[in-house]
Structures are given as structure tokens and as C-alpha cells.
């Protein structure tokens, strides 16, 4: 499993709060991804890392912001939730360079009220 | 823009049958495409990885062709058994190195 945890795995929250979501990984791997996932719409990137300090907007990045002060953490933080940014958030690491495959943490269901 | 399809959303077969799953995407300069497994509430598993210069990929009952000038690929599953029941999802790599996803198929195979 690549040695991938997320937290927290379930979060309820409301309108205008601040949550920071944790994606940890115990083998020093350089490349390090954020994704949503909502129905009909497949997984969309939100940010990636590509090293201590190194990081890069996607897609989506509209409302986020990450942080990674360690290779082993990468953080995703929603300044100010809304309820757009209900959704299942996935970590992902790509084991080599960014052309390899990536491997998935287990998801945090983030729900904005 | 990148753009990836995956027709149809679902598929129900009886167990023992073959399958095909279909990906398409709109821009052929790709670095890879990958193909993964989603159990319900669960991460994303690694398939398979073609890479753009080649044709195919195998690995046990599961064979993946791609065809890059035609936007195509096609994720094959012999002797499908309920295990396999999960969502599939197809990405492409783009030109920016980031993944591009389909929607995905939810397939379900039928005792």
C-alpha cells in the first residue's frame, strides 16, 4: 500500500471554517499529489509536491492551499470551507519520478454544511 | 484541453464472460495512460501503466491496448469473476504530467 495514511478519514464541518486534511507517507518519496473525487466527474488534481517546499497548483485549485515542510507530510488546507468542497479527497505518491505510476492513500470524506 | 471518456458508466455481465472496458481521449500527446481499480469506499489500485510508445500491456487476466493516434484504449478481462466487480478508472498523463481522468466504469459481475 505504499505506506500511505490519510487523516482525518471522515470530517463534518461548516461554511466559512478552516480544515487542514494530513496525507503521511513512511518511505521519503519526492512526488506527492492531491485529488477530489465527486461523482461524474472522475478525480481531478488539486495540488502536487515534487519536494520540501516544492509545490504546484492543478486543475482545481481554486479555494486550497498545501504546505510541505517534510517529505513525509503534505498538507491540504481549506482557508475558508464551503459547501462546493464536499467531496472525498484522495493523497496520492508516485513511487519514482512524476511518469510513474501513483498509489493512492485511502480517501477522507470531507462534508461542508 | 484533455479530455477522457469512459463508455459505458456501467456494465453488469454474468461470471465466466469476457470483457471489454473502453477509455478515449481527445489529445494524443500523452505520456502514459494507467488504468486502476476502485473498490467502493476505498483508495484507487494500480493496474496497469502503457506507456505511449507501446501497444499493450498484460498482467494475469487483464490485457490493456492502447492506440494513441486514435485516441483509444481498451482494458480486456478474461473470465471475469465476481471479485473483479469494481469501478475502473483510465487516466492519461498529458503533456503538464498530470494524470487526466475518466469517470469511470462500474462493472458488475453476476454469480
Known amino acids: 500500500d505504499a505506506g500511505i495514511t490519510q487523516s482525518p478519514r471522515h470530517k463534518v464541518t461548516e461554511t466559512g471554517t478552516p480544515v487542514t486534511l494530513r496525507c503521511h507517507q513512511t518511505?521519503?518519496?519526492?512526488?506527492m499529489y492531491w485529488y477530489r473525487q465527486d461523482p461524474g466527474h472522475g478525480l481531478r488534481l488539486i495540488h502536487y509536491?515534487?519536494?520540501?517546499?516544492?509545490?504546484d497548483k492543478g486543475e482545481v485549485s481554486d479555494g486550497y492551499s498545501v504546505s510541505r515542510s517534510k517529505t513525509e507530510d503534505f498538507l491540504l488546507t481549506l482557508e475558508s470551507a464551503t459547501s462546493s468542497q464536499t467531496s472525498v479527497y484522495f493523497c496520492a505518491i508516485s513511487l519514482g519520478t512524476d511518469t510513474d505510476t501513483q498509489y493512492f492513500g485511502p480517501g477522507t470524506r470531507l462534508t461542508v454544511l | 484541453k484533455q479530455e477522457v471518456t469512459q463508455i459505458p458508466a456501467a456494465l453488469s455481465v454474468p461470471e465466466g464472460e469476457n470483457l471489454v472496458l473502453n477509455c478515449s481521449f481527445t489529445?494524443?500527446?500523452?505520456?502514459?495512460l494507467q488504468w486502476f481499480r476502485q473498490d467502493p469506499g476505498k483508495g484507487l489500485t494500480s493496474l496497469l501503466l502503457?506507456?505511449?510508445s507501446q501497444r499493450e500491456q498484460t498482467s494475469g487476466r487483464l490485457n490493456a491496448s492502447l492506440d494513441k493516434s486514435s485516441g483509444r484504449s481498451t482494458l480486456y478481462i478474461a473470465a471475469s469473476q465476481p471479485g473483479d466487480s469494481a469501478t475502473y478508472l483510465c487516466a492519461v498523463l498529458d503533456s503538464n504530467y498530470q494524470l487526466i481522468w475518466g469517470a469511470g466504469t462500474k462493472l458488475i459481475i453476476k454469480p
Open positions: 489529445d494524443s500527446a500523452i505520456y502514459n
Open positions: 518511505e521519503n518519496h519526492r512526488y
Open positions: 509536491s515534487y519536494g520540501v517546499k516544492d509545490t
Open positions: 502503457i506507456q505511449s
